[in-house]
């Protein structure tokens, strides 16, 4: 017996109907603040030693404060935002939320931050020992969306090993970029192309921001890009010598190890790159080879580095118990008995006082990194202001065209000069 | 014949029972009412209380959203903060300023059209090959539909990473026959390619459905034929192919269907980004970056909905051609 043709249309139209769809649901509960026990609800990213950390704080907040349950929601990053986001539009969010920088304002311009001066002023938070440009770096448009949770640096990483194999010395702390091209030539050269001396970073708009911050520039202030195109031309110009000279990884390289190019480092395809000091424990643990840390290639003595906030903790405006959540936020990051839990993990506290409680019992080579963030608190640049919105557009852009240069479909100045143009209407 | 004498009967039965309820006022007779009741609760109600899951499955969990969808799409909406109504603003510029929107439209078109055609192909050849009364046929039956069990899901895009990464296995292959590799995703010329191929191999389920066809093809048709002194490939042409035409058809829609919709290998494999250089930026890839990344959540509804009419219009067509090379047997 055959099937008839309505059965195999019906069968296709049903696939049909359910082709598209867009769930989001849309509800809004809203109790009344209770008296008595409250619950109140905390997102992080992040690995499994981040996990473990930061629940034995929590676990010690609760301790201390027995009417407050606190609800954990954590896993990795993949995915994290979209999370966050389909709860907000769901009027559904955590209380205490784990966001970084680039999304900041996207949050805080739409009004879904909570303004964590009301938690100040009612005495449920301190700001006692943190640096102004932190809070500075943290307050959009008058308010306190946001305090950094760990707070890191730019860096650079080399392969000790592999580079004595070859016969190339490191670069010297002070060292330039050119110094660093040299050093990235010599190692591909010494290797017979089996090797990169460095990963291509002409797609990474995070270390152009050191470039440009070194040329007395910014990437990106509050109203928007904030360097100008010849600055942008040299950086990507840089790479593309450097690609020449057989330095850098060749674009399907670059491309593989797009997202965590010290992946590539590890793998053992490039023997140098950029990553965020608080990352340099983790990357060294997975491979055998000593790393050395240092901070950016610069130029005459402006390093163009400046604490970076890793992350930051913030309280949603949804939240029906913005005070408690302050108070988890308050413990988190001025306790020292939260601190000597959660180590650096996130990277260095901003607060001055409970650098050493954190800072208690790290290991040699995370003191490496430590070094590093030190080095950068006592001679860096202040903190850029929280980037406008549309930034996370700007980067995607930044490194769409800086892959087009790669791939040889663009030249330096179309793609500077192109890119300007797009990042701008972006912003606008 | 047999519908008009029922009629009749039935007239005869409803006219009787009038009379006797007129001529009986002070005693109407219970029976009949509960029997109607009992006939509308039947035929009227009973059903739809079994269609119930589903039907509030429907409304609650895909019309329902799919609405609310639509309107979105003529909104700004964010996902952080309330939508404001925009009108066509997001259709115009997904046609008039967005080269990003177009090249995913060419990405995915390109991976649906070959894509597509090449799966089945490899898909019928396959099922040709098994219905060829081989021994061991359940296994073999079993290895080629595993591929398209775990086809879509995260685990196989991963391995396709390591296998046409720098140093993964295509290149170890290549090398033995000295051949200098190169990374097959991390290159815009091929990466869209990879994920090409990596839809054939999943060619499993409408290989198992094009089995099942030819196992349904009367034997009696090809005796027919021997008697008329057919060869194999005239059997193939004139008998096989055009009973196989239904289920062509339907293996045709869904798979493209399937196709328009890809996301989980591109998202993988270029690792979200739909790069190099745009080169696997799938519709539903770049849609899941406007909404999710970009907070653009109404510029991605209406995306969603340009693609559901797409998917309908292709879907159509097909039907509307249908006639011109699908055979029925009934």
């Known amino acids: 017996m055959f099937i008839g043709r309505s059965a195999y249309q019906a069968a296709a139209a049903f696939g049909l109907a359910g082709a598209v769809a867009l769930s989001l649901a849309a509800c809004a509960p809203s109790a009344p603040v209770e008296e008595g026990p409250v619950e109140i609800r905390i997102s992080w990213w992040g690995g499994d030693s981040r996990h473990e950390v930061t629940n034995a704080a929590i676990d010690e907040f609760e301790a201390e404060h027995p009417n407050i349950t606190v609800v954990r929601d954590f896993g990795g990053f993949e995915g994290y935002l979209d999370k966050i986001t389909t709860q907000y539009a769901g009027k559904n969010s955590p209380d205490v939320i784990q966001l970084y920088n680039d999304v900041l304002r996207e949050f805080s311009s739409r009004g879904q931050l909570f303004d964590l001066n009301e938690a100040v002023e009612a005495g449920n938070l301190s700001l006692e020992g943190w640096p102004q440009d932190v809070i500075d770096m943290n307050t959009i448009d008058g308010s306190l969306n946001a305090l950094t949770f760990g707070v890191s640096t730019h860096a650079f990483v080399f392969d000790e090993v592999k580079s004595a194999e070859l016969g190339v010395e490191i670069p010297e702390p002070g060292y330039t970029w050119d110094d660093l091209a040299d050093y990235a030539t010599a190692i591909t050269a010494a290797s017979g192309g089996a090797t990169y001396g460095v990963t291509d970073l002409s797609q990474g708009f995070q270390v152009f921001e050191v470039w440009a911050k070194q040329r007395g520039e910014e990437f990106m202030d509050a109203d928007g890009l904030a360097f100008s195109q010849d600055t942008l031309e040299d950086f990507w110009q840089y790479w593309a010598d450097l690609r020449a000279s057989g330095g850098a990884t060749t674009p399907d390289v670059t491309t593989e190890y797009f997202g965590t190019p010290y992946d590539a480092v590890i793998a053992g395809v490039a023997t140098s790159t950029f990553m965020f000091a608080n990352q340099y424990a983790g990357v060294q643990a997975s491979m055998p080879n000593t790393l050395a840390i240092d901070r950016m290639p610069s130029e005459a003595d402006d390093p163009g580095q400046y604490l970076r906030a890793a992350m930051n903790l913030t309280v949603s405006s949804q939240s029906e118990h913005p005070q408690e959540a302050a108070m988890l936020i308050d413990f988190l990051l001025n306790s020292e008995a939260a601190n000597e839990i959660l180590g650096i993990d996130r990277g260095l506290p901003s607060n001055g006082n409970v650098v050493a409680a954190a800072t208690g019992n790290v290991d040699e080579i995370t003191a490496k990194a430590n070094a590093i963030i030190e080095s950068v608190r006592e001679n860096g640049s202040p903190a850029p202001v929280p980037a406008p919105t549309g930034a996370a557009a700007v980067n995607t852009l930044f490194q769409e065209f800086a892959q087009q240069i790669q791939f040889g479909q663009k030249s330096v100045a179309d793609a500077a000069a192109e890119f300007m143009a797009q990042a701008a209407s972006e912003l606008g | 014949m047999s519908l008009t004498h029922a009629r009749d009967t039935s007239g005869v039965e409803a006219g009787s029972e009038a009379r006797q309820g ?309």
């Open chain 2, 22 to 330: 007129r001529g009986a006022v002070t005693a109407p007779r219970p029976r009949p009412s509960r029997s109607l009741r009992s006939a509308v609760w039947k035929d009227r109600v009973a059903p739809y209380l079994f269609l119930a899951p589903w039907l509030v499955g429907f409304f609650v969990i895909t019309l329902g959203p799919m609405l609310y969808s639509l309107y979105l799409s003529f909104t700004n909406f964010s996902l952080l903060g309330d939508p404001s109504w925009v009108g066509l603003d997001n259709y115009i510029k997904l046609f008039t300023n967005d080269p990003k929107y177009l090249d995913s439209v060419r990405v995915t078109l390109v991976y649906v059209f070959v894509s597509v055609p090449l799966q089945l192909a490899f898909a019928l050849a396959l099922a040709l090959l098994l219905n060829r009364g081989l021994r061991g046929l359940p296994i073999y039956r079993s290895v080629y539909y595993l591929p398209s069990l775990i086809g879509a899901s995260v685990a196989v895009a991963v391995l396709w990473r390591q296998m046409f990464g720098r140093g993964g296995l295509i290149n170890q292959i290549l090398e033995a026959f000295g051949i200098q590799g190169q990374s097959w995703i991390g290159n815009p010329d091929t990466a869209l390619g990879t994920l090409i191929i990596l839809n054939v191999w999943t060619f499993g389920s409408p290989m198992v459905i094009f089995l099942a066809a030819l196992r349904q093809i009367p034997g009696y048709l090809y005796e027919a034929a021997a008697v008329d002194g057919i060869n194999r490939r005239q059997a193939f042409v004139h008998i096989t192919l055009p009973m196989l035409t239904p289920v062509v058809l339907f293996n045709l829609i869904l798979q493209l269907i399937g196709a328009f919709q890809a996301f989980t290998p591109a998202f993988v494999v270029s690792g979200g980004t739909g790069g190099p250089v745009n080169s696997t930026l799938f519709y539903t890839l770049y849609l899941y970056q406007k909404g999710f990344a970009n907070f653009q959540m109404g510029y991605a509804s209406a995306m969603a909905w340009v693609l559901f009419i797409g998917i309908a219009l292709v879907t159509a067509i097909n039907f509307w051609f249908s006639k011109y090379w699908v055979h029925y047997d009934d």
